[in-house]
């Protein structure tokens, strides 16, 4: 007879894959949700990929000369360049498999980089690799300041948070400019895919990297990853920090499918206040109630704009 505990694995579902491509004892900060991104980008794309990754926190934590965290084929590639060098990637496999050189196992090429080295510097080769439709993702880790290098603000730096170069005072709220929407950026480039994630809600985020795995063509992954010691937050708050950010709609999950806005599933209902949110994270500790009452207009009157073009998505499908 079959012993059902030593054939566990037989009935266990299957529906993560066990391999671990970032190994451990890289050296992330304690609490790192970005790594924890990583690790569960990768879980869901499989070993039959290539990754370029520019530098920033991702990079400086895994490839210490001479050791590597990565057991995919990891190109640590310039500041600005990740989204050009993997479209290269992918021209080159392309026509190396048309000569017959290589294999037709299919490889998925994924450029990768922070908030900095995608929505500030890394910007036109980002917009050339999904203009020009190359077959490949491209995730932004968005931990929402340059903090490899020290927090500096970044634009994807929220209203309101206190950086190193934008550091809250007497005269000054600390980021004094709205946070740049960049996956409605990327909508715009027509993509087929983009969507947002959050590794606190790790199996959307695995499905949606799945899906955009499943895509030829550019798809496009905004990776919400919080920073305990850039966000002035204790260690064990990176996994409730990004639940806070999604329920409160700060961050609001969703994806753009062909041009087609849909919530997801995870998003609540009833949105939470920000000041649920800002209220456990040090670089928010100085806003006043009117400031936040400033900042949660803008969140509702943004998650009311998408709600809109995810019910015409239901309209137009009746
Ligand atoms: C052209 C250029 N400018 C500046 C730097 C220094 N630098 C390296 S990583 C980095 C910050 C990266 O920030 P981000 O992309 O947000 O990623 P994070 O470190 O937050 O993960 C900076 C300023 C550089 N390597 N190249």
Redesign the pocket.
Known sequence: MMNIVENFDLFAPRLINKQELISSGHRACSGCA?VLAVRLMCKALGENTVIAS?????E?ISSMFPTTAWQVPWIHV???NAAAVASGVEAGLKALRKKGKIDDRYVKVVGM??????MD?GFQALSGAMERGHDMIYVC?D?E?????GI?R?S?TPMGASTTTAPAGKVSIGQKTWKKNMPEIMVAHGIPYVATACPSYPLDFIRKVEKAKSIQGPSYIHCFSM?PTGWRSPSHTAVSMGRLAVETGVFPLYEVENGHYRLSPDMPKKLKPVKSYFKPQGRFRHLTPDQIEMIQEKVTVEFGKLVEKAKFLKTGNE
Do not use: K, R, V
């Open positions: 970005e520019a530098t920033g926190c991702m400086i310039a500041f600005e980089a922070g908030d900095g080295g995608t510097i880790f931990n300041a340059y903090m490899n290098t500096q970044s994807g920073c």
